[in-house]
């Protein structure tokens, strides 16, 4: 079985400051890791991917997430936000061998000027 | 290349009525999955289509079913609509030859039951 969890439904952060989603996941073997970006009415867009390497994975849009194989986390984070990035963010989890990701609930980010 | 293509994307029904929702895949893509959005349940999987094959189902009633074409195009079905059923309905399509392949999202069909 593999799960996602994302534990803060909201994230409120400054423009100009430094960001980080939260996400924890749950599966057997090595993991493949994604982050989605969500826009009102849109679908969803991919971010960034971990698969095997550097710990650090670099994304589009300034993005950032760091693979932590001991505390079994892959938080996004971006140094400085921007108005712009306020949008629902999904943290989502594959294991070789499955082709189906499972999602996590997505965090609400809120940038404020 | 161009990207995933859902129609229609906004959609009116009423109780009892049935829906087909198609997407079109990005080109070369053989796999194309469907999503069920909603503020309450966030995204939740349907089923995944590879080749023409169902290959993946999630947990949702027989009312809803899909079918994927020789050119990769889906289509899911909506039987006996339910107010519950109002959601966003995301496809997904990837090419899946390898472990670390990606899906790439449409724009989703909102479904308002009324």
């Known amino acids: 079985a593999q799960s996602v969890a994302q534990p803060e439904d909201q994230v409120n952060v400054a423009e100009g400051n430094p960001l980080t989603v939260k996400c924890t996941y749950s599966v057997s073997g090595n993991p493949y890791l994604f982050w989605y970006v969500q826009y009102p009415n849109r679908g969803l867009q991919f971010l960034l991917k971990y698969i095997t390497g550097d710990n650090l994975v670099k994304g589009s849009y300034g993005f950032e997430a760091e693979f932590n194989k001991s505390q079994t986390s892959f938080h996004l984070k971006k140094p400085s936000a921007l108005v712009s990035d306020s949008a629902l963010y999904f943290c989502a989890v594959r294991k070789g061998g499955s082709y189906i990701p499972t999602f996590g609930r997505g965090t609400s980010l809120i940038v404020h000027p | 290349k161009a990207g995933v293509t859902q129609t229609p994307r906004y959609l009116i029904k009423t109780r009892g009525q049935q829906v087909t929702l198609s997407c079109s895949p990005i080109?070369?893509?053989?796999?194309v999955s469907w999503y069920q959005q909603t503020p309450g349940q966030g995204l939740q999987f349907l089923f995944e289509?590879?080749?023409?094959?169902?290959?993946n189902k999630g947990n949702f009633p027989g009312r809803f079913s899909g079918r994927q074409f020789s050119n990769s195009r889906s289509e899911m079905n909506v039987s006996t609509l339910e107010l519950g059923d109002s959601a966003l309905y995301l496809c997904?399509?990837?090419?899946?030859?390898?472990?670390?392949?990606?899906?790439?999202f449409g724009q989703g069909t909102r479904l308002t039951v009324v």
């Open positions: 289509y590879f080749s023409e094959t169902q290959r």
């Open positions: 997904a399509s990837s090419d899946l030859t390898g472990p670390n392949t990606e899906a790439f």
């Open positions: 080109s070369g893509h053989r796999s």
